[in-house]
């Protein structure tokens, strides 16, 4: 593996760890009534991920797809995980670009009924992109 293909998982765990703290205050922030801090916080976090999955595709074109190491039950746990992740993962950005439209077009009815839904399956696919690279990466197996 090449010096980039080494780095790039930190740097997007680290990305995607960004990401879920971003999300994470913009909703404080709009539910505090400060519009103008949640656009600004969850515009950063669509800047994130969008770097983010810049990212990851450039660390899949160097270096592949990963084998869990682990076995039994612990590798049953992590599949279930990465299997939820990747299957939220792809329904993920026409849902926040979709939230992000309506918000700039002014429909904030349509934009709040929509990240009822949005909003905690991005925070979802967040965190558990952060605790796939710790499963993967990170954590001892057996």
């Known amino acids: 593996m090449n010096q980039l293909g080494e ?26 009534g400060e519009r103008g801090r949640h656009r600004a916080l969850m515009l950063s976090a669509l800047a994130v991920s969008t770097v983010f999955l810049v990212s990851y595709l450039t660390r899949v ?12 039950a612990e590798k049953a746990v992590y599949l279930g995980l990465l299997g939820s992740h990747m299957v939220l993962a792809a329904v993920t950005p026409p849902l926040v670009l979709r939230a992000a439209w309506l918000a700039w077009k002014g429909r904030l009815v349509d934009h709040k ?30």
Do not use: E
């Open 61 to 72: 074109a160097l270096t592949g797809t990963h084998r869990y190491p682990g076995h039994g």
């Open 113 to 142: 009924r929509l990240v009822r839904f949005a909003l905690p399956v991005w925070m979802y696919v967040s965190v558990t992109g952060v605790l796939v690279y710790l499963m993967l990466y990170q954590l001892p197996t057996n």
């Open 7 to 32: 780095i790039l998982p930190s740097v997007n765990a680290a990305l995607n760890a960004a990401s879920a703290i971003l999300i994470f205050f913009g909703w404080r922030a709009i539910r505090a």
